[in-house]
């Protein structure tokens, strides 16, 4: 029987919804356990322990997992995977800066981005930006790999009862990295990576005020707010807000695209979206060639007239 | 300082890939191929490094076939001192690659190691962090600002929550992020430059390094395609279109 062990993320206290996506990979597995390294633990512990199916939460409290440094966590990561089949991470940055540091630690190669669950060693994966899909198998041993969170629905955050234990480790632990500050953008909004409505702006949008129209969409919509990396990358709107191959990768209910054009590295963070719907005023925008729903329309007028008809 | 920039050769972000027709891998064949996207942004931090005062020495290493060499000669071009390539036809993975780069780092004792966030090729991510915990040095992952002063680094770096801001003692390993910066285009005078600039050769199984346990890759297939939908005429289209299907 796989034991498996993920790591969970989590901030200010509060268990990020990338650990019950990658707790639903890990069941798909084996019995599944899950770490908490934090400075106090015991709140995000008690949230990890009710997830459905988990049998096992570990704590680690320590002074020195108040922040999310790599070179702090991957040593008591490795240390914490001894006796585990498997060791899992979301991929989200936090899972794609710690485990492979970790993963190197144990001498072992790391499946980035596991998105469906062949066999106990086996996993599919994509590559070129999610062109091609590969199988790989891992080597007899401990298997580590990212989750990819828009492959896997969450786990219920409700019914389990798993007991929490307090895990005793020794490492030594390295001062050479220093944390200094987290500049979090603060939005009411959902969370992209949860979020079950996105609707997304792209240079089309034309300026950081205009994004506003973006937004107020969204908010009408009770949906997260996402953009292109040309929208980033003109400073229309945070680095955060980024979807595709380099940004976050989703999976809602519903994506509206508006003015983004759909370059291939933009669809391959939203190719697992329930419904897409595209609002670019070129008929032969690529975007189009994905979207369930296409509208060619300038986007100032189209989204006052669906915010109109929407009431 | 001395500082190593890893070059990987990839696939031009602009070719739509094609899987081989026996389905035994990616067609490269005739392929137009570059510099990974994200270490042209490390080429251009280390060149940005050593013009905004300090002395440095800039090494680029690739991992590769005798073709890496086109890569390494775009990386002279652009400014980088000199060049190794660590040359081999097998497949080399993040671990092994980790390994091969920090060896020249070592040997060459760099102050800084500047890596892409990841190759678009094998999308892994993994290369530089590995290297960082085989080095048992400071990693800066995802950076998009970068200070050096003091004997130390600053990174900001672009997280899902935000920007995080750390500091690094170096020496370190820093990934860089798109938008670190924007790499110059080399100009054909640096181009017939960079054919003086000295380019070595090292069989990578010279190199010394114990093998890792690798990956074995089983299968390659298309991704499922998303069946395109229909174009509406106007937004009580639209929406009647979101209500027919369940999203409203
Ligand atoms: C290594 C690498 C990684 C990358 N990673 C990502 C990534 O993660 N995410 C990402 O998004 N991109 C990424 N890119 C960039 C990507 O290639 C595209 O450049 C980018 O997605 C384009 O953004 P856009 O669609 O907003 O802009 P454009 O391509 O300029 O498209 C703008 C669109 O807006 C439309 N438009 C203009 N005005 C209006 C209007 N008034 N009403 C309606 N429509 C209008 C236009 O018709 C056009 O189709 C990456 C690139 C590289 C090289
Ligand atoms: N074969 C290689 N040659 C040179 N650099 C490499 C090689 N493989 C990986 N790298 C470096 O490591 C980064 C991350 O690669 P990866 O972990 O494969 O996504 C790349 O952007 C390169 O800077």
Redesign the pocket.
Same mark, same amino acid.
Request: charged share 10%.
């Given at each position: 029987m796989s034991q498996v062990l993920v790591i969970a993320e989590h901030l200010n206290g509060k268990l990020n919804s990338s650990t019950a996506k990658a707790v639903t990979c890990a069941a798909q597995i084996g019995e599944v356990h899950i770490a908490v390294l934090s400075d106090s633990p015991a709140a995000v512990a008690a949230e990890a322990a009710a997830i459905e199916g988990v049998t096992k939460v570990l704590t680690v409290e320590n002074a020195a997992n108040a922040n999310t440094l790599a070179a702090v966590l991957a040593p008591q990561i490795a240390a914490l995977s001894n006796g585990y089949t498997h060791l899992l991470m979301p991929s989200t940055t936090f899972g794609k800066d710690v485990l492979p540091r970790a993963a190197a630690l144990l001498g072992r190669p790391q499946v980035s981005d596991i998105m469906e669950v062949v066999d106990a060693q086996t996993f599919k994966r994509p590559i070129y930006a999610g062109n091609v899909i590969t199988t790989v198998k891992v080597p007899a041993g401990l298997a580590i790999g990212t989750v990819r969170t828009a492959s896997f629905k969450a786990t219920a955050l409700t019914g389990g009862s798993a007991a929490i234990e307090a895990a005793s480790i020794s490492v030594d632990l390295p001062s050479h990295t220093r944390f200094i500050e987290l500049q979090a953008a603060v939005s009411e909004r959902p969370d992209l990576q949860s979020a079950e409505r996105v609707v997304s702006g792209? $240079?089309?949008v034309?300026s950081e005020e205009n994004f506003k129209i973006i937004y107020d969409f969204a908010d009408k919509l009770g949906a997260g707010a996402g953009a292109? $990396?040309?929208?980033v990358d003109a400073g229309f709107c945070p680095n955060d807000m =980024?979807?595709? =191959? +380099?940004?976050k990768i989703i999976a809602p209910g519903l994506y509206i695209a508006?003015? *983004?054009?759909?370059? *291939? =590295?933009?669809i +391959?963070?939203i190719k697992d979206a329930g419904v897409i719907v595209a *609002?670019?005023?070129?008929p032969d #925008?690529p *975007?189009f060639e994905v979207a369930d729903i296409g509208l060619v #329309?300038?986007?100032?007028e189209a989204i006052p007239e669906i915010e109109a008809a929407l009431g | 300082m001395k500082i190593l920039v890893g070059v990987k050769r990839v696939i031009d972000?602009n070719v739509r890939v094609q899987l081989k027709s026996d389905g035994s891998g990616v067609e490269t064949n005739g392929v137009k191929m570059s510099v990974n996207?994200?270490d042209e942004i490390a080429i251009e931090e280390a060149l940005r490094i050593r013009e905004s005062g300090v002395e440095a020495e800039i090494i680029a290493v690739s991992i590769g076939t005798k073709d890496a060499q086109q890569q390494l000669r775009t990386a002279l071009a652009m400014g980088a001192d000199r060049a190794v390539l660590l040359e081999t036809d097998s497949e080399v993975q993040s671990l092994d690659a980790a390994k091969a780069l920090l060896s020249i780092a070592q040997k060459e004792e760099v102050d800084l190691v500047l890596v892409g966030k990841q190759a678009?090729d094998d999308d892994a991510n993994q290369t530089g962090q590995m290297l960082a915990a085989l080095w048992g040095r400071p990693q800066a992952t995802f950076t998009s600002e970068l200070t050096i002063a003091d004997g130390k680094a600053k990174s900001l770096r672009e997280v899902d929550a935000g920007l995080e801001l750390i500091e690094v003692d170096l020496p370190a390993l820093i990934t860089v992020d798109?938008r670190l910066n924007e790499p110059r285009f080399v100009k054909m005078p640096d181009i017939m430059k960079a054919k003086r600039k000295p380019l070595d050769t090292i069989a990578f199984a010279d190199l010394g390094i114990s093998e890792s346990p690798k990956l074995e890759t089983v299968a390659y297939e298309p991704p499922p395609v998303r069946q395109a939908g229909a174009k509406v005429a106007d937004v009580p289209a639209l929406i009647a279109a979101l209500k027919d299907k369940g999203v409203l």
């Open positions: 792209g $240079r089309g034309g292109s $990396r040309a929208a =980024q979807v595709g =191959q +380099t940004g508006c003015g *983004i054009s759909g370059a *291939i =590295q933009h +391959t963070g *609002i670019n005023k070129d #925008a *975007i #329309a300038d986007l100032f | 972000y996207p994200f678009i798109l």
